[in-house]
């Protein structure tokens, strides 16, 4: 290439670990965590880095700040409720610093495409008092990664970083640089214990230069062309940052925009400015009142036409919603309710209201169409636990992963499920508050490793009965087959140690453990009745591989039903297969449907052929044997 | 130039990346400024997926309001009358004629929408629909995987474009040794379209 930069379309991800290599990072640990996986799997395919999965995500942020320590420039990616696990090191590295760069990714899911909460993490760098930078696009994500190195270093303090789902995964044009920074080679290890250990003795030193720092921060923003005042018409002036910019450039066109790339600390003197030249000023944000708070804080008056009830400061949001992600289409319609845009007649039919054609048909309410929510795929070696606890009925205390999806029905078989390892500690808590029913917690094996083990030694420990089933298919699945601590590979899929689970199991004190594989219905059925007479804890671990992973989608062999044995029963409707269908064709004596098998869905996985009760559905054995004849 | 906004759904696994992907780098190939959205993890366990592909000369939002889109290209029936409601008046519909059943309706809580009623809901926003059997053709042309293609092949004619712009960037995402189906896919596509 010439001069000019090599553009490509790269998503936010992408981008982001683009702008770490080129920042010269080169230690990097995560945890997998959507919208944040890629980020860590795009930088380890990158030269000359070191890339890792970490247990969860505070040792991954420790992991950071120790390379940091030694003098590397060094990232930790996590998704947003990832930065709550990291919160206690994200708050020691914000008062130590460190010896060069450090920058942490949280991206955050508004609308909660994949999570549990939409907590907004620009929260947290307010509350460690750290900056934030908010990208807008993928060009942002690159360059602002690149700066952030920068700021982090000028500046003595980790940086976060805070895209959000609709950055991640958003492809846009990137002109990404050639050249990728050298960290100057590292001296020695820093014996610095007043920076670096924090007794209270030097923590209390330290603070006030974590105060010092952010002033020195909040006169950097007011210069750094992270932020920037687009000066259109003066009659609307709207205060945005990350994604929002993009919705207020196609909402307002013409309006002037205060474009926050650093959306903590805020740039103080350019807001009164820039709020002081426009007639009406806004702020348009996504989640949390943020910016607003701080601008109204700062005695600025907002926009909002006379007698508006919407909006009861300090808690909420004067104009926009607080909830969910924003687009054009809600930041025109709140713009038009409250006056900021002339109310133009809705071209678009409503599909629901149209009664010309209700007279021919009766036509289809979205709402009231067949849902299709995501579901445990075909051939998932979670399906026969849930199976058996759902005839078990007692309660499950369940945990974040593919099995959460045990609780869509048919199955039907989780109670609870809040965060990342919270299944044991919850049962245990149910057990000693005299819970009468005996408690099943349910975990895969990457969400106990991360904060699942802690809880079972708990339970050892203190001795409740809790049952514990640790779902153990080698791999890190929701967010798309990760190797973790008991896959026996790396990142970069290079072999190395497996966590044996039983043993770990048994070292913490839990004498009652059994490992069957995951297949056999059977087996997890006796075992589970048997442990309910018995009174202490136990853990049954199902064993096997994701049905997903390149060498169990080798073994696929889909099942057939032998028509004539089938009366309809549908038991087999009650493992919530995918690929097990209604067929049109009804038993002649029930009237019930038969079961059919969609051959294209179908991986042979036997746990319909285990749970039919008349043998209609064939095994992988007799499949086979009927090809040969 | 004209702004062009694609909206696609189908099911987790049937290969509407892949298309975005497509459209996103055509796009690019024709000189626009391009923004491609989706959203990955729950959803793609067998759940609803929608990506989002815009051109224009300076795109700022990636994401399509409801009622904006100018054509859903829709994977699976069910998908394309849940969300016919982003495409604008007058836009097009594009939705190949296959059935994947949902858990609900095998497990026979829900009914799974007959045809009729699926054309009329179409009917409400717009004329312009085109029903393509992506599966069916794909499985004469012997790779069931390649119905994708088959559904790009029809919507480069239903947008009165050439083959080659299309053909050059789906041949530079597939493996060589399937560079000839998805030609033939991609034509099988076109001729599926009057």
């Known amino acids: ?629 | 130039m004209k702004n062009m906004r694609f909206l696609l759904v189908g099911v987790g696994g049937q290969g509407t990346i892949l298309a975005s992907n497509v459209l996103a780098e055509l796009g690019i190939s024709l000189g626009y400024d391009v923004k491609k959205a989706e959203v990955h993890g729950m959803s793609q366990r067998g759940g609803s997926v929608v990506s989002h592909v815009s051109w224009g000369e300076k795109v700022y939002s990636p994401v399509i309001p409801d009622g904006e889109a100018d054509i859903l290209i829709a994977f699976e029936k069910l998908e394309a009358i849940r969300f016919v409601g982003g495409v604008r008046e007058k836009g097009m519909v594009l939705v190949n004629d296959y059935e994947i059943t949902p858990l609900s309706v095998s497990s026979g809580m829900d009914v799974y929408p007959a045809n009729e009623k699926i054309k009329a809901s179409f009917k409400l926003v717009t004329d312009k629909v085109y029903w393509v059997r992506g599966v069916e053709i794909a499985k004469e042309l012997g790779n069931i995987k390649a119905a994708n293609v088959v559904l790009l092949g029809a919507l480069s004619k239903i947008l009165e474009m050439e083959s080659d712009p299309w053909l050059k960037v789906i041949e530079a995402r597939v493996p060589p040794k399937f560079v000839e189906l998805n030609r033939e896919a991609f034509q099988a596509g076109r001729q599926a379209v009057k």
């Not at chain 1, 860590?40 to 969860?56: I, K, R, T």
């Not at chain 1, 442990?531 to 136990?538: G, Q, S, T, V």
Request: charged content about 25%.
């Open chain 1, 1 to 629: 290439m010439t001069e000019e930069l090599v553009k490509r379309l790269l998503s936010g991800n992408e981008a982001l670990a683009r702008g770490a290599w080129e920042a010269g990072v080169e230690v990097a640990s995560g945890y997998p965590g959507t919208p944040s996986t890629e980020i860590l799997e795009f930088f380890a395919s990158m030269p000359n880095v070191y890339a890792e999965w970490a247990p969860n995500e505070k040792v991954a942020l420790d992991v950071a700040v120790g390379a940091a320590y030694a003098g590397k420039r060094a990232l930790a990616t996590m998704k947003h409720v990832g930065v709550n696990v990291a919160a206690d090191s994200f708050f020691y590295a914000a008062m130590t610093g460190m010896e060069a760069g450090l920058v942490i990714v949280s991206a955050d899911d508004p609308s909660m495409h994949s999570s549990q909460n939409e907590q907004d993490n620009r929260n947290y760098a307010k509350f460690a008092r750290i900056p934030c930078l908010d990208p807008a696009d993928s060009q942002e994500a690159r360059d602002m990664m690149v700066r952030a190195f920068e700021i982090s270093e000028e500046f003595d303090t980790p940086v976060l970083i805070r895209p959000t789902t609709r950055i991640c995964h958003t492809s846009s044009l990137v002109a990404t640089g050639p050249d990728r920074y050298q960290t100057p080679p590292p001296g020695k290890y820093p014996r610095n214990p007043a920076k670096y250990v924090m007794i209270p003795a030097n923590a209390r030193k330290r603070h006030p230069l974590v105060e010092e720092r952010l002033q020195k921060l909040a006169d950097f923003a007011e210069t750094s062309d992270l932020n920037r005042a687009e000066m259109r018409s003066f009659e609307l002036g709207v205060i945005t940052s990350g994604i929002a910019y993009q919705y207020a450039r196609d909402v307002f066109p013409d309006a002037s925009i205060l474009k926050l790339g650093m959306s903590f600390p805020l740039p103080q003197n350019m807001i009164r400015d820039f709020a002081a030249k426009v007639d009406k000023v806004i702020v348009l944000e996504e989640l949390d009142p943020f910016i607003e708070e701080q601008v109204l804080m700062m005695g600025i008056k907002l926009y909002k036409p006379d007698g508006w009830v919407g909006g009861k400061y300090p808690h909420f949001k004067s104009i926009f919603p607080h909830n969910g992600e924003l687009n054009s289409g809600i930041v025109r319609s709140h713009a038009i309710r409250i006056g900021l845009l002339p109310d133009e007649p809705k071209t678009q039919p409503e599909v629901e209201s149209a009664p010309a054609a209700r007279v021919e048909f009766p036509v289809l309410l979205v709402e009231e169409l067949p849902r299709r929510p995501p579901a445990l795929c075909p051939g998932c070696p979670h399906r026969s636990t849930f199976y058996i606890l759902n005839k078990l009925k007692r309660p499950v205390n369940g945990d974040i992963g593919c099995y959460t999806l045990g609780v869509v029905p048919p199955l039907s078989a989780m109670d609870t499920c809040g965060c990342m390892g919270a299944s044991i500690g919850v049962a245990h808590g149910g057990m000693m508050a005299g819970d009468r029913e005996r408690h099943f917690s349910v975990i895969g094996d990457s969400t106990f490793f991360h904060t699942g083990v802690q809880a079972l030694m708990n339970v050892a420990y203190n001795q409740s009965n809790v049952i514990t089933i640790i779902m153990d298919n080698r791999i890190t699945s929701m967010t798309g087959q990760q190797e973790n601590p008991g896959s026996g590979l790396t990142l970069q899929g290079k072999p190395t140690n497996e966590v044996d689970i039983e043993a770990l199991v048994r070292s913490i004190g839990i004498k009652t453990v059994r490992r069957v594989d995951a297949y056999d219905v059977d087996a997890i059925e006796s075992t589970l009745r048997e442990w309910l007479k018995i009174d202490e804890p136990a853990v049954l671990i199902t064993d096997h591989a994701c049905a997903l992973v390149p060498d169990e989608r080798k073994k696929y062999l889909p099942l057939d039903i032998v028509e004539e044995d089938c009366n309809g029963c549908t038991l087999c409707f009650r493992i919530g297969c995918p690929a097990i269908i209604r067929s049109e064709k009804l038993d002649e004596k029930t009237r019930r449907p038969l079961a059919e098998i969609n051959p294209i869905l179908c991986t042979g996985c036997e746990i319909c052929s285990q749970v039919c009760p008349r043998d209609a559905i064939l095994f992988r054995e007799q499949v086979l044997a009927r090809q040969v004849d």
